[in-house]
């Protein structure tokens, strides 16, 4: 790997959708009859050249389930990024986890998937509490905030090392020439901030094969999560070349 390649985590929450889609009550009792396995799927990515693997411990465990959270913790190759809800009982489940990165995300039962960034700024003390209970439990946390200064600056200011971009407005954006720059340069801007700020990068939600090539162009990212377009192509091409393709596009292949 290059020195300045940004890294690729998946996300491999919509393996686990898919799953739940069958076998929302089978509980544990199908054993190997359930599929697909989202830690299977995880190893495949991880033999393809995933850098990471993501996955959200959603309250509602509409996905990925708490067993999932255990198996992937023990057999996982590269390292663990835990997306979770602000919470105390989140929180505890992730100190007993011990996942590599935590990322805190808002949760909102009724959306489809995550939308809009954590407001960091609007809750210092509840995101300040949780950020210092993982980081001195050796978990390195990242806030999954918009691409906006106050939040960029909350964050720093919380002392949390990692800061995850939401790219949902400008995927949103990605088909009007005029907005998808405007949302392009707001990133930029951003990620500039950020590093002066003594921030490490990553961004996510909405990459896929086309809009990524503007995404890796952005100076001073460190990792892209990407999770939908991944696990879509793979069924189509499989999972290694799914994640072989994104690799290469994020590296600016051809
Ligand atoms: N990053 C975060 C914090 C997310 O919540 C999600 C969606 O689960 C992603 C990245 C990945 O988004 P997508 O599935 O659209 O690639």
Redesign the pocket.
């Known amino acids: 790997m290059a020195e300045n390649d940004i890294l690729l ?1 998946v ?1 491999i ?2 393996v686990a959708t898919l799953r739940q889609a069958r076998y929302r009550e089978a509980g544990r009792s199908c054993g190997l009859v359930v599929e697909p396995d989202p830690i299977a799927w995880a190893l495949c990515a991880e033999r393809a050249g995933a850098d990471g693997i ?1 996955m ?1 411990l959603r309250e509602d465990r509409r996905h990925m389930q708490d067993e999932d959270a255990r198996r992937l913790r023990a057999c996982i190759a590269t390292r663990l990024n835990l ?1 979770m809800a602000c919470t105390d009982a989140m929180t505890a489940i992730a100190l007993d986890l011990r996942p590599d990165y935590a ?1 805190l ?1 808002p949760e909102n039962r009724t959306e489809v ?2 939308e809009g ?1 954590l407001d960091v700024a609007g809750q210092m003390q509840r995101v300040g509490q949780v950020v210092d209970a993982l980081n001195s439990a050796g978990v390195v946390t ?1 806030l ?1 905030i918009d691409p906006e200064e106050g939040q960029i600056r909350a964050a720093a200011e919380l002392g949390s090392p990692l800061i ?1 971009l ?3 407005s400008f ?1 949103n954006a990605w088909h009007v020439p005029v907005a998808r720059a405007a949302e392009l340069v707001k990133l930029e801007r951003a990620v500039e901030l950020a590093l002066s700020l003594g921030l490490t990068v ?7 094969y086309f809009n990524v090539a503007d995404i890796r162009a952005i100076e001073g990212l460190h990792e892209l ?7 879509s192509r793979a069924l189509f091409t499989g999972v290694d070349e799914a994640v072989r393709r994104m690799k290469t596009l994020i590296r600016g292949l051809p």
């Open positions: 985590g996300n929450d919509h993501t959200h997306e990322c995300v998937t995550t960034g990242s999954f995850e939401h790219t949902g995927s990553n961004a996510g939600h909405g990459i896929n999560n990407i999770g939908h377009s991944i696990v």
